[in-house]
C-alpha cells in the first residue's frame, strides 16, 4: 500500500471536503494517509480516520521546514488548493496531484502549480477562458464532474429536517467571522425568529466549530441544534433531510445537488459564492434563492486586487446586516420557498439536470487519475 500526504488549504469547508472526498475510498483500500491542515481544514481533517492529522499552517514561515522531510517519506502528494504543497512536493522530488475547485476564478496560477504531474480542475463554472489561458503552459491538466460522495444514498432515512449548512465560513488570512463579517450570526438570528418551521421535526445547523459553539449556547433548543460533523456524517444528514438551505459555496450545493435534496440558496457569504450563485441562477438551479444584488447595486470585480475585491463585496454584506426592511423580505421569500413543495419538486429536478451537465460525478475518474500515480 502507498503512504499519501493529503494537504487542504485552510478556505472555509471547500477544499478539505473535496479532499475528504477523495480519500475515503482511498483509506478503504488500506492506504497510508497522513493529514496536514490547518484552521477550517484541520476541523475537518482531524475527523475524518486518518492514520495521523497534523495541525500545520501552510503559509506559515516554518512550513518549508515541516514538509520536506515529511513529503520525502511520500509515494505521493494529493494537494486541495494548497499551492506551497505542490512546490515542496518538486522540491522533494515527489508526484503531486493538485486539486482545483474554483479553478474559473484565478486570474494568475504559479509556474510550480502549473507543473503539478497532474491539475485535476472540477467542472463547475464556465471556465473555458481559463482553459485557454493556462493550458499550455500546465504539465496535465484533467477535467473531472463534480467530486461528489454519493454513499449516503444508500443509508438514507428521510424525515423532516431541516439542514442549515454555513459551511467553514472562514478563510486564513482572507476573511474572519466577527472581523469582516457577521454572517452566521445575523442570518441565524433572522432564520430563527421569522421562519415558519412548525413542519419540520428538527432544524440542524452545520458549520465551523467555533461559530456552531457560539450559536449553541445562545439559540439551541430540543429541536434546534447546532453542530460541526465529520464530512461523512454531515452528507448522511444532508440526505436524510427534506430541505437544504446553504451558502451558495464551492461544495456543499454539489453535494445537496447529487444527493438529491431541495436546496435553496441564502446570501453569498464571500466573494467566489457572489460570483456562483450568478451561475446558479443564469444555469436556472437557484429556483429559491436570495442574492445581494436584489437589494444593492450589483458589484463588479473587474480589474480588482483580491484585497480591493474583499474590501467591496464586505462592505455591503454589512449592510445587508444592518437593514433589517431587507432581512425581513428575505425572511419572507424563505417562507415562501419552505411553504411550496411544487418548488422543492422544480429545484430538485433542475438540479439533476444540472449534474449532468457538468458530466456526472467525477470521482471515480478522480480515483482512477490518482492510482496512476501510485505504486503498483
Known sequence: MAKIIAVANDFAFGPVGTLLTITKPLL??????????????????????????????TRSPGYIDFALPLFQQADLILSSMDRLSVYMAQMAGKAV???????????????????????????????????????????????????????????????????VAYGGMEAENTY???????????????????LHIERFER???TGNERIMEALHKKHASSRIEFMTLPH????????????????????????????????????????????????????????????????????IFTGLDYHEKTQRFFSQLRILEQDQHVLLDMARRINACINNSQQWDRQRQAQTAYLQTLGGNGLPRTLELIRSFLPR
Open 28 to 57: 478503504l483500500e488500506g492506504h497510508d494517509i497522513i493529514f496536514v491542515g490547518n484552521g477550517t481544514a484541520y476541523q475537518l481533517g482531524s475527523k475524518a480516520g486518518f492514520q495521523q492529522a497534523i495541525k500545520q499552517d
Open 97 to 163: 496531484v493538485y486539486i482545483d475547485v474554483l479553478f474559473w476564478y484565478w486570474e494568475q496560477l504559479h509556474d510550480s502549480v502549473l507543473q503539478a504531474d497532474c491539475y485535476i480542475k472540477q467542472n463547475t463554472l464556465h471556465d473555458t477562458a481559463n482553459v485557454l489561458k493556462f493550458q499550455s503552459r500546465m504539465r496535465n491538466l484533467q477535467s473531472v464532474g463534480p467530486i461528489i460522495d454519493l454513499s449516503a444514498l444508500k443509508n438514507r432515512q428521510s424525515r423532516q429536517q431541516l439542514l
Open 176 to 194: 474572519r467571522v466577527g472581523v469582516e463579517t457577521g454572517y452566521p450570526y445575523f442570518m441565524t438570528e433572522v432564520l430563527l425568529h421569522n
Open 203 to 205: 432544524v440542524l445547523f
Open 232 to 299: 461523512e456524517q454531515y452528507l448522511q444528514e444532508v440526505a436524510n433531510s427534506a430541505l437544504v438551505l446553504s451558502i451558495p459555496g464551492l461544495e456543499a450545493p454539489l453535494e445537496c445537488f447529487g444527493l438529491q435534496v431541495p436546496t435553496f440558496f441564502l446570501p453569498p457569504s464571500n466573494i467566489s459564492q457572489y460570483l456562483q450563485l450568478d451561475h446558479f441562477r443564469e444555469r436556472e438551479v437557484a429556483h429559491g434563492s436570495i442574492h445581494l444584488r436584489d437589494y444593492y447595486p450589483e458589484l
